[in-house]
């Protein structure tokens, strides 16, 4: 089993910065994506930002420019840095992992998701 957990969620101002943490640790062989989604009340869940074990990136048109995912390996932790927030960007953020077991099976996992604010 592997569990994710987030932190660094809070209230902001508009304009202001945030920075998301998220720690996997349990037994995989490899962690090859990892990444942040985000739910507003009302919407559907949407992706924010991925990055691979590689390093390559993928982000959400409405975070570009603003927004920056990295990863520690080394760590298994995944960050994602928020700067010049927006009323918009207020959501649920969830860590996502997409896991490599040792029998080299494929398994997606969450966190428990933590709010972000921003207030205008």
């Known amino acids: 089993q592997v569990q994710l957990v987030e932190s660094g969620g809070g209230l902001v101002q508009a304009g202001g910065s945030l920075r998301l943490s998220c720690a996997a640790s349990g037994r995989f062989f490899r962690i090859n994506v990892m990444g942040w989604y985000r739910q507003a009340p009302g919407k559907q869940r949407e992706l924010v930002a991925r990055i691979t074990s590689g390093g390559s990136t993928d982000y959400a048109d409405s975070v570009k420019g603003r927004f920056t995912i990295s990863r520690d390996n080394a760590k298994n932790t995944v960050y994602l840095q928020m700067n010049r927030l927006k009323p918009e960007d207020t959501a649920v953020y969830y860590c996502?992992?997409?896991?490599?077991?040792?029998?080299?099976?494929?398994?997606?996992?969450w966190g428990q998701g933590t709010q972000v604010t921003v207030s205008s």
């Open positions: 996502y992992a997409r896991v490599i077991a040792s029998s080299l099976t494929e398994s997606n996992y």
